[in-house]
């Protein structure tokens, strides 16, 4: 079968960009992202591209290309659920922050209420592809809501998880190292599916690289990369505290690691922590799937993962108060970045977010730049902690648009975000206008040391 008509639920940061990649590279497939959260809608459809909702590097020219040919953006659900061959579910699937599974679950009610939309809307046969992030044998509860709700039409569900990286989602969708598809293969209706899929990112992706597995396995090879990438980041993080304390540098380690052809050197960046929305969500949700299973050696064995993390990023902020006479107390303090990781607008658990809320309890002054996030959404990271009423964020926290008026008059800078720009801002200057002595704490090890100290800065990076 040939696909000719797909359907996405949820314009987000997987369903907007791997959409409009699949519409430019499928001139002949109708591609409708629908969402219900109408501006989200409205600006995917904004005469100027550059105003779409995700920054990503790359996405608004393909946009520009693709959209009203074959990629549109609609608040219409139902219509393009009834129109579809093929149904994406890409919407948000959160950790659970109420009743059993609390703080580690994945909150499915999202991709219920899609399933029941779907049962509810389809009058022929559907294939139903889960993106998002899920746990494992979501897919099975998928089946049951449609066959049981349905109008009597036949599903077929398979699992296509999302391997993109925010900052890089353009390029890993183009060029992904691998694209996986999971189905009930050893049915011949499962069969079709898979290779209806298959057929789709065959017109891009090499034939070598679509690799198809029973439906399980796909659901948790997604889970099992996000923790393996999240283990290399939490282990090379514990190692930059082991390297502060002995006098060894953590990039040197991580390069003389890295070099190891069987170790390899991709995410061995030390930093102030991960972030992001899926890391921290997506071991949680291995964690409690192991418990749930009464596996409490590997329940233990990953969340240790995340422990390490959170200890990464209390770490850095009590040493920028050590560091600074152990108070930070009415001091003004520039954070320099805001978003999870550089180039995406995205702030899911961002240390930044973290890393404030743990001066703000110092009563720290807070000012804030980052090139591509706005106020609205740093208020509202901070709001969401609720460690102290909206009135006494925006009391404490001021948001610029210039790096240089953040750190003017300061008494410290802190890099939280591995932002490009900030390598070539006039670091002389900024000395010049900061209250002496003048600090710079770099959670990414993304400034040149030396520079810094001959300029006067109290400099200190993270695993040096
Ligand atoms: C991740 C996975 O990489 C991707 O395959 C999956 O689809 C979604 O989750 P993402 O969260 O967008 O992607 O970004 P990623 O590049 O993995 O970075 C995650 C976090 O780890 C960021 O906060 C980043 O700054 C941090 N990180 C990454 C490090 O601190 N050091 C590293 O060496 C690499
Ligand atoms: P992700 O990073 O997984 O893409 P986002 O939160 O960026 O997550 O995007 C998910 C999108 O899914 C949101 O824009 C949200 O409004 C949308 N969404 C959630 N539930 C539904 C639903 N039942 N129907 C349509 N859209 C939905």
């Avoid at 993106?131 to 066959?147: G, M, Q």
């Avoid at 052809?261 to 071991?283: E, N, T, Y």
């Avoid at 939280?416 to 990414?444: S, V």
Wanted: proline share 3%; charged share 25%.
């Amino acid at each position: 079968m040939t696909i000719k008509n797909i359907c996405c639920i949820g314009a987000g940061y997987v369903g907007g960009p791997t959409m409009a990649v699949i519409a430019q590279k499928c001139p002949n497939i109708k591609v409708t992202v629908v969402d219900i959260n109408e501006s989200r809608i409205n600006q995917w459809n904004d005469p100027n591209v550059e105003k779409i909702p995700i920054y990503e590097p790359g996405l608004s020219d393909i946009v520009k290309e693709a959209r009203g040919r074959n990629l549109f953006f609609s608040t219409d659900v139902d219509k393009a659920i009834d129109d579809a061959d093929m149904i994406f579910i890409s919407v948000n699937t959160p950790t659970k922050t109420y009743g059993i599974g609390k703080g580690m679950a994945a909150d499915l009610k999202f991709i219920e209420l899609c399933a029941r939309q779907i049962a509810r809307v389809a009058k022929d046969d559907k294939i139903v592809v889960e993106k998002s992030t899920l746990p494992v044998r979501t897919a099975e509860a998928l089946k049951n809501i449609l066959d049981n709700t349905g109008n009597g039409v036949n599903y077929q569900i398979l699992s296509n998880p999302e391997f993109l990286a925010e900052g890089t989602a353009v390029d890993d969708l183009m060029n992904p190292d691998r694209v996986l598809i999971g189905g009930d293969i050893d049915s011949p209706e499962g069969k079709e599916a898979v290779e209806a899929l298959t057929d789709v990112y065959a017109q891009w992706v090499p034939r070598e690289r679509l690799l198809t597995t029973n439906v399980w396995s796909s659901e948790l090879s997604k889970l099992t990369a996000n923790a393996f990438l999240a283990q290399r980041v939490s282990s090379i993080n514990a190692m930059s505290e082991l390297c502060e304390k002995t006098g060894a540098d953590v990039n040197e380690v991580a390069k003389a690691v890295g070099m190891d052809s069987r170790i390899g050197p991709k995410f061995l960046k030390a930093s102030v922590g991960f972030g992001g929305s899926c890391f921290q969500k997506d071991i949680l949700n291995l964690v409690y799937i192991a418990k749930s299973f009464g596996l409490n050696e590997v329940a233990d064995y990953w969340e240790q993962v995340i422990l390490m993390n959170d200890h990464q990023k209390k770490r850095f902020a009590a040493n920028m108060v050590k560091a600074m006479y152990n108070t930070v107390s009415g001091k003004k303090i520039a954070l320099l970045g805001w978003a999870f990781k550089k180039d995406t607008n995205d702030t899911r658990e961002s240390a930044a977010i973290y890393v404030a809320d743990y001066l703000l309890n110092e009563q720290a002054e807070i000012v804030v730049y980052d090139p591509k996030v706005t106020e609205e959404q740093i208020y509202s990271d901070l709001d969401y902690l609720g460690s102290r009423s909206g009135d006494a964020n925006r009391q404490a926290v001021t948001v610029v648009n210039d790096p240089l008026e953040a750190c003017d008059g300061a008494h410290a800078v802190a890099i939280l975000t591995e932002w490009d720009e900030f390598t070539t801002l006039d670091w002389q200057k900024i000395y010049d206008q900061m209250l002496k002595p003048a600090f710079l704490f770099d959670g990414r090890r993304l400034l040149e040391p030396e520079t810094k100290k001959k300029i006067g800065f109290e400099f200190y990076a993270i695993g040096n």
